[in-house]
């Protein structure tokens, strides 16, 4: 952290979260989780999941497809994924981090070697930006039993699986202008905000998928389920590009009692990833309990 003068007013600027601290707080929720909530199977399942997230994340490494970092972050989202969320939620972790390196090695341009390269590697900060929600509304959903939270958990690994898709599939297309989300104007390819057909239509398909996958785990209210995962999916990939726009094109900055915090990359990721996840939350709670 550092102080910065703005416009004679001293302001603290600093990172948006400390990747460490964080850490150390879902392993000790992960702890409490074990000893106080979990029973007997699930205790077995977590431990399990422990051995297979740290073997995955280890090759995940090697392959280069993770920083340092990233690895000790993957290790323990994917030991809740898989000790808390079971077969299920490790599907959709699965599906965001294979599917998004499947569409870099297909839309990348190829190396000056002729190679394509994978998606670069994804260190902590990535990891948890899109993370985050998932682990918080599964962790919320596995203590608590209400599956609001888990359909919130699920929308949230869809948004930043369809705003990868979008990313990838979008940087792949031939024109060099694309469309400012705020204000339709033409602005370079790359440009924070910027949307192409293209790369909305990636986004659309990969929030598509993932509703179609959540259907496959729904016992009841599947069609109603892969719905609100679609459309606060496909939502929250819009919502990723309006932040973009409205923060990091514009140079806009986030201000709370006094601490000042300019939006990048990973910030925006994190504040699309939770308002799909609210926005499902509030979808199933609307349609699911109060229609019913």
Known sequence: MHIQATNGTAVRSFAWFNINLLNYCFYVLLILVFVVVANPLDKLLILLAFAAAWLISYLSFL???????????????????????GVEYTAYLLFFFVSSNIAGFIFS????????????????????????????????????????????????????????????IGSSAKAEKVNLITTFKKVPKGTDGGISFKGTMGGFIAALLFGLLSFQFQSALGLQVAAIVFISGFSGCLFDSYFGAYFQHGSRKLRFLGVVIQPGNHLVNFMATGSSALLAFTLYNILIYALV
């Open 63 to 85: 392959m280069r497809l993770l920083s340092l970092d990233g690895m000790r972050a993957a290790v323990l989202i994917g030991t809740l994924t898989l000790g808390l969320g």
């Open 109 to 168: 341009k190829p190396a000056a070697d002729g190679n394509r390269p994978l998606v670069e590697r994804r260190t902590a900060e990535q990891v948890w930006a899109n993370s985050f929600w998932f682990i918080s509304g599964l962790v919320v959903f596995f203590i608590s039993g209400y599956w609001s939270f888990a359909v919130a958990a699920a929308a949230a690994a869809a948004t930043a699986t369809s705003d990868t898709w979008a990313t990838v």
